[in-house]
């Protein structure tokens, strides 16, 4: 499996903008789709973004598109998360997350989790 560490949050103002960064351990990253969720407090987690293996596949929520970019250096075991035009209800805590297989948009689905990170939006 992997480990993964998420940073890059913190509290900003709207239409400010923000990348959080995840890395991950071990040599296999490229094998891995990765995905970014978020859970605001009392709501379930929801899909955010997330990426094919290779990086050459890009899939995006409704609610990020147009604001949001994921990508992924496989050389530096490294997939990011550009958040442009925040947003208070992009308020959150991020999770970075991995699976074995392709990419899809369920939680459930990824195997490995970081220990997220807090992005505060403030109007």
């Known amino acids: 499996q992997v480990q993964l560490v998420e940073s890059g949050g913190g509290l900003v103002q709207a239409g400010d903008s923000l990348r959080l960064t995840c890395a991950a351990s071990?040599?296999?990253?490229?094998?891995?789709?990765m995905g970014w969720f978020r859970q605001a407090p009392g709501k379930e987690r929801e899909f955010v973004a997330a990426i094919s293996k290779s990086g050459g596949s890009t899939y995006l929520a409704d609610s990020v598109k147009g604001r949001f970019t994921i990508s992924r250096d496989n050389a530096k075991n490294t997939v990011y998360l550009q958040m442009n035009s925040l947003k208070p209800g992009d308020t959150a805590v991020y999770y970075c997350a991995a699976r074995g297989g392709g990419v899809i948009t369920a939680a459930p689905r990824y195997d490995c989790w970081g220990q997220g990170t807090q992005v505060t939006v403030s109007s």
């Open positions: 071990g040599r296999t990253f490229s094998s891995y789709s």
